[in-house]
Structures are given as structure tokens and as C-alpha cells.
């Protein structure tokens, strides 16, 4: 019986021990990767965190937690701490597993629409666009993006209109502009919708008129009433194209760019 009781002390000293090596292991490899790198420890979601979830219970969960990663790769907004005020946010959409949290991921409670939780004081408007117009696969739930919008505008003078680029044929009374819309909003939902576009025939007397199917997403997006009004007016009446932020991205509005000027170099 001694001898048993031996041996399994020894097993559970030899497995102690085991673990002790591979988590200072683990530990040196974190430190050899961010060798020479500025580190920070930031939240990073283990598992899905469902809108409504308080950040608090998400900590105490271990639904998010803490993970050390260099400060280049790190977002200015990166949520590094759950305080008492903070942990009572809650999250304003399902923040999906590996995800890096930033701060904007939770707020106070709000209206629900559905299933969607809405940031305080905020709406909620959908746009759909096209795969070029949305980065492809890129813009998530929790993205933040700037908004341009392509448009129409009226010449005085049609004749005075130099256009660049494609359409040089055109004699029409408008030139083409492309400016910034909004320059940093979040989005909260992304939902597939496939809508069907009929194109015909030149001579659309002929018979055989010409259909396809041109597949778009839908995108929620969370925005004040004036930034509503924007994005209504210019998903009615322009083409969107959303830019997705990169670390210390910050869109600026100006005069933007239009067919006599997209050449134009700039300084």
C-alpha cells in the first residue's frame, strides 16, 4: 500500500511539473514573438458573446479575456480593462470568437429592434451593396467604415465638361462626383438579401429580353438622426461604396474627386 501511495505522489509531482514546463514554455514563446515589440494586454472573445451580454459577465465567464499582443497590432480603441462602470455595458451585437474588442462593442442599454440591440440614442438604417462596394467579405459585424457616395451633378455649361476615364463618348448635362459621406460609423448587422436586376436589349423591341441576377448584402448600420438623414438621401439618390478603417485610419471630408478633376495630382 506504501509503495502505491509512493507512486502516485510521484505520478502527480511528475504531472505538476509537466504543466509548470509547459506553461513557462508557453510564456517564453509569447515573450520570443513580441521580442523587441511594444506589448499590450488587450480582450480578445474565447467564445461567442450574445448582444445583451454585460462585459462584466463576459470577463467572469471567460467568454472574452485578456491576451497580450503587440501594440502595432493593436487598435486605439482596444478595450485593455473592465472596471465597475464599464463591466455594465452590454454588447450591442454577437461579438464572434478571436474577435479583438474594442471599447465601441458595448454600450448602455438600449432599444431593442428584434434581435438587435441598439446603441444608446442611436438608429438603425440598412443599405444593401454589392461585393466591390462592401471590401468583399471584410466589413463584419463591429466594423467601423467611412461612407462615399457617387454622384450626379448638374453643369452649367454641359459643354465646358471634360470627362476622364470611361465614357468619353457621354454628351449628357451631368459630371460624375465621388465625395465622402460619412466618415466613421459602426456597423451591427450584416444580413445576405440577393435582388433581381432586368437588363434588356438595345433595341428593346426585339424579343429575348435580357435578365440577371445581381447578388447584394445587407448592411445595418447604427447612426444619429442627421447621419440617418445622409445615408438615406444618398442610398437614395447616389451608388455607396464603404472604405474599411485600418489602424489610425481617419477619413476627412473635402471637395472630393469628379470627372474633370480625377487626374489632378495632389500633394
Known sequence: MTRRIVAALAALLIALAGAVAVVSYARAADQRALAGQEAVRVFVARQEIPAGTT??????DGLMAEELIARKGVPADALTEVDGGYGQLVATSTIQPGELV?????????ATAGALLLPEGMFAVSVALDDPSHVGPFVAVGSRVAIFDTFNVQEADPAKATPAGDHLQDRHEYSRATRLLLPDVEVLAVGATTTTTPLTRPDSGSAG???TQDSATLF???VNQQQAERLVHGSRTGTLTFALHGPQA????????DDRRLFEVTK
Open 55 to 60: 462585459a462584466a459577465k463576459a470577463v467572469d
Open 102 to 110: 474594442v471599447r465601441t462593442r458595448f454600450a448602455a442599454r438600449g
Open 209 to 211: 429580353a435580357l435578365t
Open 220 to 222: 445595418t448600420l447604427a
Open 250 to 257: 481617419k477619413a476627412t471630408a473635402g471637395k472630393g474627386v
